[in-house]
């Protein structure tokens, strides 16, 4: 199974909202990974989590707020975001340091289209 | 530092003849290479990797790629393009023993027609 799994599939939130998004794997990946995706753009890195610790921040706005609060799921703190923060939000998940057919792939999930008004 | 380029923002063929989606890279070290597919409203899903060993990589869904260190490229082909092919193709280039960390390149829209 390779199957990243992301919650909720879309999301519309005012800019004075909170909310989260949610990532799960259950593949036994230590890194886990957050992108920003607009609509036909590459996706953009924002975090990565390894061994459910912070290890890169894509100096990304405080007004996003990760958390990994074990080794299978990845959170996603939005708090006061702008308009131009709508987009496609993916999740991914890789092995770190395993030998094997999928050493240093990453596996996405769907995505969570997010639009701020 | 590391780059990605995929200088064809779109890419027309007809059903059943060959196709390739060209990518070019630069990193300061030994690189692994990656192609991913998108579908609309989809993630991306893997289609194929370089890490080390043979050149040519076969991968899903009749795919292969050529890594040529040379000419640092590592150009997506398919022998007979399908119109279900049609979709955004991403290369992305990452470093070994540099962490996690991917670069994308800006996607190449691939079109296939009847």
């Known amino acids: 199974d390779t199957e990243v799994t992301q919650t909720p599939k879309h999301l519309v939130m005012g800019m004075t909202n909170k909310k989260s998004l949610k990532c799960e794997q259950h593949?036994?990946?230590?890194?886990m990974y957050w992108y920003k995706q607009k609509a036909k753009k590459p996706p953009e890195l924002m975090f990565v989590?390894?061994?459910?610790?912070?290890?890169i921040n894509e100096s990304v706005p405080s007004r996003f707020s990760p958390e990994c609060p074990n080794s299978s799921l990845l959170n996603l703190h939005l708090h006061a975001l702008q308009p131009e923060d709508s987009a496609l939000y993916l999740c991914?998940?890789?092995?770190?340091?395993?030998?094997?057919?999928?050493?240093?792939?990453?596996?996405f999930g769907a995505g969570t289209r997010l639009s701020v008004l | 530092a590391q780059s990605v380029a995929q200088p064809e923002d779109q890419v027309n063929v007809a059903e059943g003849n060959p196709l390739t989606v060209k990518c070019t890279y630069s990193?300061?070290?030994?690189?692994?290479l990656f192609w991913y597919v998108q579908y609309p409203n989809r993630g991306l899903q893997f289609l194929l990797k370089?890490?080390?060993?043979?050149?040519l990589v076969k991968g899903s869904y009749g795919f292969e790629a050529e890594f040529n260190k040379s000419q640092t490229s590592f150009h997506l082909k398919k022998p007979s393009a399908l119109v279900s092919d049609s979709a955004l193709y991403f290369c992305?280039?990452?470093?070994?023993?540099?962490?996690?960390?991917?670069?994308f390149g800006t996607g190449t829209q691939l079109k296939v027609e009847l």
């Open positions: 992305a280039v990452g470093l070994r023993g540099g962490g996690n960390k991917l670069t």
């Open positions: 990193v300061s070290g030994n690189p692994y």
């Open positions: 991914a998940s890789s092995p770190i340091f395993r030998e094997g057919r999928d050493k240093n792939i990453q596996y």
């Open positions: 370089y890490i080390t060993g043979d050149n």
């Open positions: 593949m036994g990946h230590r890194a």
């Open positions: 989590y390894s061994y459910e610790k912070l290890s």
